[in-house]
């Protein structure tokens, strides 16, 4: 806070929902000369930068991560080449705008064009980059495009959330089509084969990377009547990713399946049709509460930055205790 003109209490929060905009411009804050139990940056280490519900501290603190050095930037993807499917709304959409705003350049890619535009200029109008990919990520055409475009318009690929899903048909097991199972597994999990089958190579060409698929806990610590298809092509998810981080985890490309529980989606009020259905999901959480998809992002955000840097082959659940709550 100001008193009398200058800076006698400010905050700092080293936070994943940082957004890059200063006071001072569009540009990502930068601390200047800032050690541990001194908070007395430059110019424009003073950015306003702290985030409610984040950790804080007053200039009297010590810093709670040892020491921040000359130059180190707060933007946790700066100058980082994401990709993220199903980015037309909910998970996917929050995480290309938190990516963006954490520094990186983003593709976003969905069926639904329009949408992805208006997220694009949202992105563009809080200073970041991002580019359109429209296209059915069942279809490998999609996919090869996309790293096409990352590397056209940035020079690499650094990232990839695999985000991209479908409920699925639902019902009894012995009573879904096999077009339904079909296009389940060809939506949930052939998608992600097919994206990581040509994101692999972009990112050994750069010397590391970090993909990222959205998985479940519903068929991986929790069994859910009428969801058979959705359940097996999200549980497939872990497989492939233990696969991929065991063959390329020598070329330092992590790979990790994130698992939310219940989040206010279009996908999830599907599922849960009625306010008392979705009331009951909640209850089944520990934390009695659904995500929101903000709260998604911020978990793959610290799987896609250098934060988990010894984190590969993991089935990172970020479900609100639904997998451990018997209450």
């Given at each position: 806070m100001h008193t009398n003109g200058t800076y006698s209490s400010w905050h700092l929060a080293l936070s994943v929902n940082w957004n890059p905009t200063c006071i001072s411009g569009m540009r990502p804050c930068r601390l200047t000369t800032v050690r541990s139990g001194d908070l007395s940056g430059g110019t424009d280490a003073r950015c306003g930068i702290a985030r409610s519900g984040m950790y804080s501290m007053s200039a009297s603190d010590k810093l709670p991560f040892g020491q921040i050095t000359e130059g180190m930037e707060v933007g946790l993807l700066k100058d980082k080449v994401a990709i993220?499917?199903?980015?037309?709304?909910?998970?996917?959409?929050?995480?290309?705008?938190?990516?963006?705003?954490?520094?990186?350049?983003?593709?976003?890619?969905?069926?639904?064009?329009?949408?992805?535009?208006?997220?694009?200029?949202?992105?563009?109008?809080?200073?970041?980059?991002?580019?359109?990919?429209?296209?059915?990520?069942?279809?490998?055409?999609?996919?090869?495009?996309?790293?096409?475009?990352?590397?056209?318009?940035?020079?690499?690929?650094?990232?990839?959330?695999?985000?991209?899903?479908?409920?699925?048909?639902?019902?009894?097991?012995?009573?879904?089509?096999?077009?339904?199972?079909?296009?389940?597994?060809?939506?949930?999990?052939?998608?992600?084969f097919l994206s990581a089958r040509n994101q692999v190579p972009a990112m050994l060409k750069r010397g590391s990377g970090s993909i990222i698929s959205t998985s479940t806990f519903v068929g991986h610590t929790v069994g859910f009547p009428g969801v058979a298809a959705y359940a097996a092509s999200k549980a497939g998810l872990i497989g492939l990713t233990q696969a991929l981080a065991a063959e390329y985890g020598p070329q330092s490309v992590r790979v990790n399946a994130l698992l939310p529980g219940g989040t206010d989606t279009a996908m999830g009020r599907e599922m849960?049709?009625?306010?008392?259905?979705?009331?009951?999901?909640?209850?089944?959480?520990?934390?009695?509460?659904?995500?929101?998809?903000?709260?998604?992002?911020?978990?793959?955000?610290?799987?896609?930055?250098d934060a988990s840097s010894f984190t590969t082959g993991t089935a990172m659940l970020v479900d609100g205790g639904v997998s451990i709550s018997r209450t």
């Open positions: 993220v499917t199903g980015a037309s709304s909910g998970i996917g959409r929050a995480t290309a705008s938190l990516f963006a705003g954490e520094g990186a350049s983003v593709i976003v890619v969905a069926r639904r064009e329009v949408e992805l535009a208006k997220l694009t200029d949202d992105i563009a109008r809080a200073g970041g980059k991002a580019v359109v990919m429209a296209g059915d990520v069942r279809e490998e055409e999609t996919a090869r495009r996309a790293v096409e475009l990352a590397l056209d318009h940035f020079g690499g690929l650094d990232i990839a959330f695999n985000n991209a899903g479908t409920l699925g048909e639902m019902g009894p097991s012995t009573e879904v089509s096999a077009s339904g199972w079909r296009d389940t597994i060809e939506t949930n999990l052939t998608s992600a849960n049709g009625t306010p008392e259905a979705l009331a009951k999901v909640a209850g089944l959480h520990a934390l009695k509460r659904i995500a929101r998809p903000e709260e998604i992002a911020r978990a793959a955000l610290f799987l896609a930055s």
